[in-house]
């Protein structure tokens, strides 16, 4: 096992988690509960995919993929803000949309090869013993948008107004309704952001980590991991993104370990028994569900520092808009 390569592709797997867990993040400090990310992750990489191989360009498909999933977000929008339904049933029913219309419109797609976006190296920072290995030597150059993203998503939420306003609309809605803000526009542009950038990183998947291949397993259950880092991360970016990280430099740890026969001069037990692989995979999948069952009630989170709107619909007199 070596520990560079396990890394560099914790991050490279990571980047689809953090481009997802950032715009959830978005989403809910705008107080609105998204659990539809996994089916805009989905829809994301069937048009990402579908557009690269019909334009030869994989990064108009990775334009398309967040237009998709931007587009699909409108639903859960006009649901959840115009008509105030239920959040979490608007949330699973659009994961059920975005499986559905990915399997139907993109039937045929797995048999055909796209265009990929080609791995850069960083130079100067590449040939960095360790760290450049890791973090600056061949990766998409979405990885290293990532990077900047981080940093970028940090400084808006909490040192910028519009920041400060974001997180009012999730804390006080009817509070920054009185000083003038428009809170159903507000919530509208970020749940349409945060789509897109689940879109985005379904288009991550099929284009870059993935590299010309797609299926309607592509996510594999990606999406649901996003909202659960979302609230370990405490609805914070950073956290966020090393969450992401060490989540995908796990995913490829447990791969490796079931790969030699022997492990430290022992029987390799992942090697001889392939089901106890298959459990040590499930693991942080339980994580996720321990995190869902937590973040599902509201005394919870406010405990865990959700924003105290999240979930609950802004009702501004007797007008949905």
Not at 7 to 19: D, E, K, N, P, Q
Not at 229 to 258: C, E, T
Request: charged residues 10%; hydrophobic residues 50%; glycine residues 14%.
């Amino acid at each position: 096992m070596d520990p560079i390569i396990i890394l560099h592709a914790g991050i490279a797997t990571g980047t689809v988690l953090l481009f997802a867990c950032i715009g959830a993040i978005f989403n809910e400090r705008a107080g609105i509960l998204n659990l539809g990310v996994e089916g805009m992750m989905l829809i994301g990489a069937m048009a990402g995919y579908s557009v690269a191989l019909s334009t030869g360009s994989a990064w108009v498909g990775m334009i398309a993929a967040f237009i998709a999933g931007g587009l699909l977000s409108v639903a859960h929008a006009v649901v959840t803000i115009h008509f105030q339904a239920d959040q979490v049933v608007s949330g699973l029913s659009l994961t059920f949309l975005g499986t559905g219309l990915s399997t139907v419109l993109g039937e045929g797609l797995s048999s055909q090869a796209a265009p990929t976006i080609s791995d850069v190296t960083i130079p100067l920072l590449g040939n960095i013993p360790f760290i450049g290995s890791v973090f600056f030597e061949n990766h998409s150059p979405l990885v290293y948008l990532g990077y900047l993203l981080i940093p970028a998503a940090w400084f808006y939420i909490f040192r910028t107004r519009p920041g400060m306003t974001l997180r009012a609309i999730g804390e006080k809605p009817e509070a920054a309704d009185v000083l003038g803000i428009s809170v159903y526009r507000q919530r509208y542009a970020y749940v349409i952001f945060g789509g897109c950038m689940a879109g985005l990183a379904g288009g991550i998947i099929s284009l870059s980590v993935s590299p010309g291949w797609y299926s309607v397993q592509t996510t594999s259950g990606q999406g649901w991991i996003a909202v659960g880092l979302v609230i370990f991360a405490q609805w914070n970016p950073v956290r966020a993104a090393i969450g992401s990280f060490l989540f995908g430099a796990l995913r490829r740890g447990i791969l490796d370990l079931q790969g030699p026969a022997t492990l430290f001069g022992f029987d390799n037990p992942l090697f001889i028994n392939a089901n106890l692989g298959f459990f040590l995979k499930m693991l942080p999948f339980i994580l996720i569900i321990l995190a869902l069952v937590i973040g599902s009630n509201q005394a919870r989170r406010k405990r865990l520092g959700a924003p105290a709107a999240l979930g609950v619909p802004y009702i501004r007199g007797e007008r949905g808009l």
